[in-house]
């Protein structure tokens, strides 16, 4: 048994993530027979660019002013669907598009906390959380497939269920940014362990978390293969993964967070840069 010990940038284990989740059966079985729903965010934005070369628009986002939006209204896709090498912007028809999934086609959508129960949420700053939100049901009833990649530096305490009925986006008196409330997301979360399963045949674990400088909401791994060939192809995709310079994944412009008073301020709401409290 040969032990690999590594950390993982915050970065760097969305560059994991994305890779894995390309090798991941029921993604190739959407892109083969069905349908692909992107759900805008960094780590998922990782995995379009890498697929068909298309960043995605980042709205909201958590930088050390808080809970922010991007400063700009752009144009870009928020939300794309792909089928069979095309793709195509469905920001304002999500709703319509979800309708019509089935057992074949997979969304997937990034989560901002998940537990150790495995249940994810996702933050929404907007009501209902937008268009997306209105979407939320035929995720479900409809019989299409759902992952959530995710970073462990997501895992928070105590049970989400529990937390999730006493958070809320109104009612909070200020807020470092956007008041957020919080939308159950269920399907397979996708951690930087099940990617680099994925990836290899391989035993994958945590031994610690967190790290000074540009290694905080880092992970170091211990991994174990049982086969030299094994073995050689991880260290052969962390070199290259630690060896490269992995910006933030998005359409580089909707990155620049907002200042109050700014266009996206209409939707939100307890903004304490807003209402010149902070």
């Given at each position: 048994m040969k032990k690999i010990q590594v950390t993982l940038t915050v970065e760097e284990g969305?560059?994991?993530?994305?890779?894995?989740?390309?090798?991941?059966?029921?993604?190739?079985?959407?892109?083969?027979?069905?349908?692909?729903?992107?759900?805008?965010?960094?780590?998922?934005?990782?995995?379009?660019?890498?697929?068909?070369?298309?960043?995605?628009?980042?709205?909201?986002?958590?930088?050390?002013?808080?809970?922010?939006?991007?400063?700009?209204?752009?144009?870009?896709?928020?939300?794309?669907?792909y089928s069979k090498g095309n793709w195509s912007n469905i920001d304002d028809n999500i709703v319509e598009v979800v309708q019509k999934f089935s057992n074949n086609d997979l969304i997937i959508c990034g989560a901002n906390a998940i537990d150790h129960k495995g249940n994810a949420a996702m933050m929404a700053g907007s009501p209902g959380g937008g268009n997306v939100g209105k979407s939320l049901s035929y995720w479900y009833t409809e019989g299409a497939k759902i992952i959530i990649p995710v970073g462990i530096e997501k895992m928070i305490p105590g049970d989400l269920d529990d937390?999730?009925?006493?958070?809320?986006?109104?009612?909070?008196?200020?807020?470092?940014?956007m008041a957020v409330g919080l939308m159950p997301l269920r399907g397979e979360v996708f951690t930087e362990i099940e990617a680099i399963k994925q990836l290899a045949n391989v035993d994958c674990f945590a031994i610690g978390a967190g790290g000074l400088g540009s290694a905080q909401g880092s992970i170091t791994l211990e991994i174990w293969a049982s086969e030299n060939e094994e073995f050689e192809k991880v260290?052969?995709?962390?070199?290259?993964?630690?060896?490269?310079?992995?910006?933030?994944?998005?359409?580089?412009?909707?990155?620049?967070?907002?200042?109050?008073?700014?266009?996206?301020?209409?939707?939100?709401?307890?903004?304490?840069?807003?209402?010149?409290?902070?």
């Open positions: 969305k560059e994991i993530i994305a890779l894995g989740l390309l090798k991941h059966p029921i993604f190739i079985n959407s892109q083969e027979k069905g349908r692909i729903l992107f759900k805008g965010g960094t780590t998922v934005s990782k995995v379009a660019e890498k697929l068909i070369g298309v960043p995605l628009r980042i709205s909201g986002r958590i930088t050390q002013r808080g809970t922010v939006s991007s400063r700009d209204i752009i144009e870009g896709p928020h939300s794309i669907i937390i999730m009925g006493r958070t809320s986006r109104t009612g909070k008196s200020i807020s470092w940014g260290i052969k995709m962390l070199k290259r993964v630690k060896s490269d310079d992995e910006d933030i994944s998005g359409i580089k412009d909707s990155l620049t967070e907002c200042e109050a008073i700014c266009d996206n301020c209409i939707r939100h709401i307890g903004c304490g840069y807003k209402s010149r409290l902070l």
